[in-house]
T-cell receptor, first 114, second 116 residues
């Protein structure tokens, strides 16, 4: 099955700096890569996703890049704000077959220091 | 638009007791998922429904876990009997149809289960 590794496990940045979280996956058939933000006591919230036919996607301060050859993808948050503090999860899945199991990484706890 | 609803939010039971969790997906979403999230880990899929049919239950411990979605809308996940290692947050998610047109899964707030 798919194995997703995520680094770092914790990340502290100063407000206004950038944060980068990296993930690798093992199944070359994976074609959908979402990122979720999880705040304490809440369910994961989808913040951005990318499909395998795209190399980069941006939404305001958040961007995701995908390198299919190397089987890794990254989340970039620019101009970080205290409200960005949360646990971030990457995930990978083979979509289009009907079974849409998301395989999650182990999470990155991001702390933005005011 | 209302999100995925789950209840209860918290549950504490003793081992060997039974427990049930309820989920109401986003209106119109045909696909419903149950995930288990152990503290410090990412969610892991237990079961996926497409309408009222099971698509994937390969990771569901069927000797103690069961789930149903009888009318293709609400779903119930049951554990009987519970073990200490079942302590986790149980997350429900839904997506529009699970096919190529809609991959996005939206999660509910989860039910935190503590087994003592």
């Amino acid at each position: 099955g798919e194995n997703v590794e995520q680094h770092p496990s914790t990340l502290s940045v100063q407000e206004g700096d950038s944060a980068v979280i990296k993930c690798t996956y093992s199944d070359s058939a994976s074609n959908y890569f979402p990122w979720y933000k999880q705040e304490l006591g809440k369910g994961p919230q989808l913040i951005i996703d990318i499909r395998s036919n795209v190399g980069e996607k941006k939404d305001q301060r958040i961007a995701v890049t995908l390198n299919k050859t190397a089987k890794h993808f990254s989340l970039h948050i620019t101009e970080t704000q205290p409200e960005d503090s949360a646990v971030y999860f990457c995930a990978a899945s083979v979509m289009g077959t009907g079974a849409n199991n998301l395989f999650f990484g182990t999470g990155t706890r991001l702390t933005v220091i005011p | 638009e209302a999100g995925v609803a789950q209840s209860p939010r918290y549950k504490i039971i003793e081992k060997r007791q039974s427990v049930a969790f309820w989920c109401n997906p986003i209106s119109g979403h045909a696909t419903l998922y149950w995930y288990q999230q152990i503290l410090g880990q990412g969610p892991k899929l237990l079961i996926q429904f497409q309408n009222n049919g099971v698509v994937d239950d390969s990771q569901l411990p069927k000797d103690r876990f069961s789930a149903e979605r009888l009318k293709g809308v609400d779903s119930t996940l049951k554990i009987q009997p519970a073990k200490l290692e079942d302590s986790a947050v149980y997350l429900c998610a839904s997506s529009l149809d699970g096919l190529a047109s809609s991959y996005e899964q939206y999660f509910g707030p989860g039910t935190r289960l503590t087994v003592t």
